[in-house]
């Protein structure tokens, strides 16, 4: 069959060497497939990002942005004293731009005193909380100017907008807007992304078969795709400890004649919360994770994020999965198995969300069983300045050395958005005893007794 492509050939003769070289993307194209399957386990998180679309990027330098939701909770940072005279009061606050004209406010915690008909509420009974909406804003400290809805009764409008006392400290959650009849407007909405920088890496493996041993005899079959193919393993494994724990930096060194080189940071730095897992318990000797601890675990991995999904993915170490592990109650032990991104993970499902679990061997490997990090995985990002790429090099050509060798290279990084949305884990830790005091103790009862001897040998 005669061979009518544009594929050019030498001699007619199709070979591994010159296809690699005239029509690179076939050979690219089929790693990219096999990388996803080498040992997938012990890299998730590269695992996950190789899922997703990677963007490119045209320099080492990546900003990227994150666009969090206005905050629903803040506290007063000072008394409010009870309302005598005027239309509204300063709202002591600590940041004055979460509220906004006609927002009604909650006061968590502070009764209201009287209803809609000017009556006070019923002694004994459940009275609602303190109902408040903005108006304005003080014109000398930019607080929000407030009144209330269902507060003391004002002796001239006889309506119940006097504010009761609000003592510091007091929880306020922002509620929906009060707009009036006539009112075309309102307090305007802006948010502005916050601009974050990362590095990519430059991440390279070589991998190199010296003729001699590739025609040597074996008994196995050991080729240099199998080479290759353990060098892939290799590169992704490292490539994951610097996705996880990598320091962001940008070096000059002399070793480099002052060449630029590129450190991308690590994602574990950039979660936006710290949750402790368990309590310690001192007759087992590791932390327990009770029920009422994971409804609190989850409810913080769930609750405040500012936005996120239903579905966590918890990478762990061998201590924390194991506390996790030891749960028994029916509802939240650990019990489905969840396939996805080539990974099987075992998945609890509870009232907030279902997070997937899976032991994560590096962290281990960093001395830290008793960690995991919770990423909502619809906001880990990847960018890319040079795909995943293959180069053969000629080393016998250029007269260097008598092998086969290939180097496998990518220029790239990870990132997490919206921080808040995922969450460093720590086992719970024993309570730090402080042995001071025995020591001294000691020494003072081992003088004691030095001295009793020496008194013993004057006196025979």
């Given at each position: 069959?005669?061979n009518?492509?544009?594929l050019n050939?030498?001699?007619g003769i199709a070979?591994l060497t010159q ?6 993307e076939?050979?690219?194209s089929d790693?990219?497939q096999?990388?996803?399957k080498?040992r997938?386990?012990?890299t998730?998180i590269d695992?996950?990002s190789?899922?997703?679309k ?7 330098e990546?900003?990227y ?11 007063t940072?000072?008394d409010?004293?009870p ?6 009061v300063?709202?002591?606050?600590g940041?004055?731009?979460?509220f906004t004209l006609?927002d009604?406010i909650?006061?968590v915690g502070v009764?209201?005193?009287?209803d809609a008909?000017?009556?006070?509420y019923p002694?004994g009974?459940e009275?609602p909380?303190l109902i408040?909406?903005v ?5 000398s ?5 407030v ?5 003391d009764?004002?002796p001239?409008?006889q309506q119940?907008i006097f504010i009761?006392?609000?003592?510091a400290?007091t929880t306020?959650v922002?509620?929906g807007?009060a707009?009036g009849?006539?009112?075309v407007?309102?307090?305007r909405f ?5 601009p974050e920088?990362?590095?990519c890496?430059n991440f390279?493996i070589?991998?190199?078969q ?6 040597a005899?074996?008994e196995?079959g050991?080729?240099?795709s199998d ?8 590169m992704r494994?490292a490539m ?7 320091v962001k930096n940008?070096v000059?060194?002399v070793?480099k004649?002052?060449?630029?080189t ?6 574990w ?5 710290d949750?402790?897992?368990?309590q310690?318990d ?5 932390a ?6 994971l ?6 991995l769930?609750v405040?994020?500012?936005i996120g ?6 990478l762990c170490?061998s ?5 996790f ?6 509802k939240?032990r650990?019990k489905?198995?969840?396939e ?13 969300g279902?997070?997937l679990?899976?032991?994560h061997e ?9 960690c995991?990090?919770a990423l909502?995985?619809e ?5 890319t300045?040079?795909n ?6 000629d080393l ?6 008598r ?7 990518e220029?790239s990084c990870?990132?997490?958005?919206y921080?808040?949305?995922?969450a460093?884990?720590?086992l719970?830790q024993?309570?730090l005893?402080d042995d ?8 003072n009862s081992?003088?004691s007794?030095?001295?009793?001897n020496t008194?013993?040998?004057n006196?025979?």
């Amino acid at each position: 069959m005669v061979n009518t492509g544009a594929l050019n050939t030498p001699g007619g003769i199709a070979t591994l060497t010159q296809g690699r070289t005239d029509v690179e993307e076939l050979y690219l194209s089929d790693i990219d497939q096999r990388i996803v399957k080498i040992r997938p386990l012990a890299t998730p998180i590269d695992q996950i990002s190789r899922y997703a679309k990677a963007q490119h990027c045209d320099s080492f330098e990546v900003k990227y942005y994150s666009v969090g939701t206005r905050e629903i909770k803040c506290v007063t940072t000072a008394d409010v004293g009870p309302m005598t005279s005027g239309a509204s009061v300063a709202l002591p606050v600590g940041d004055a731009n979460m509220f906004t004209l006609d927002d009604t406010i909650r006061v968590v915690g502070v009764k209201g005193t009287h209803d809609a008909n000017g009556k006070e509420y019923p002694a004994g009974s459940e009275a609602p909380d303190l109902i408040l909406c903005v108006c304005g804003k003080d014109p000398s400290t930019n607080l929000p100017s407030v009144y209330a809805v269902n507060g003391d009764i004002d002796p001239s409008s006889q309506q119940p907008i006097f504010i009761p006392k609000i003592p510091a400290g007091t929880t306020l959650v922002r509620m929906g807007k009060a707009c009036g009849e006539l009112d075309v407007q309102t307090g305007r909405f802006n948010s502005i992304p916050t601009p974050e920088i990362q590095y990519c890496q430059n991440f390279m493996i070589q991998v190199e078969q010296s003729t001699f041993d590739k025609i040597a005899a074996r008994e196995v079959g050991w080729g240099f795709s199998d080479i290759e193919e353990d060098g892939i393993y290799d590169m992704r494994l490292a490539m994951e400890n610097t996705y996880l724990f990598g320091v962001k930096n940008c070096v000059k060194h002399v070793a480099k004649d002052n060449m630029n080189t590129w450190f991308t940071g690590g994602i574990w730095w950039m979660a936006g919360k710290d949750i402790e897992v368990g309590q310690w318990d001192t007759t087992k000797g590791c932390a327990v994770i009770t029920d009422e601890n994971l409804v609190d675990i989850t409810r913080d991995l769930f609750v405040g994020t500012g936005i996120g999904n239903r579905r966590k993915v918890l990478l762990c170490g061998s201590d924390m999965l194991a506390a996790f592990s030891k749960i028994k109650s029916e509802k939240f032990r650990l019990k489905d198995t969840v396939e996805v991104w080539n990974l099987k993970f075992k998945s609890w499902d509870t009232d907030f969300g279902e997070v997937l679990t899976l032991h994560h061997e590096l962290f281990d490997a960093n001395g830290m069983s008793d960690c995991g990090l919770a990423l909502d995985p619809e906001y880990l990002s990847k960018r890319t300045h040079i795909n995943w790429a293959r180069n053969i090099l000629d080393l016998k050509a250029a007269g260097v050395r008598r092998t086969d060798a290939v180097v496998i290279q990518e220029v790239s990084c990870l990132y997490l958005r919206y921080a808040n949305a995922h969450a460093r884990m720590h086992l719970g830790q024993a309570p730090l005893v402080d042995d001071t005091d025995t020591s001294d103790n000691s020494n003072n009862s081992n003088n004691s007794n030095n001295t009793n001897n020496t008194n013993n040998t004057n006196n025979g």
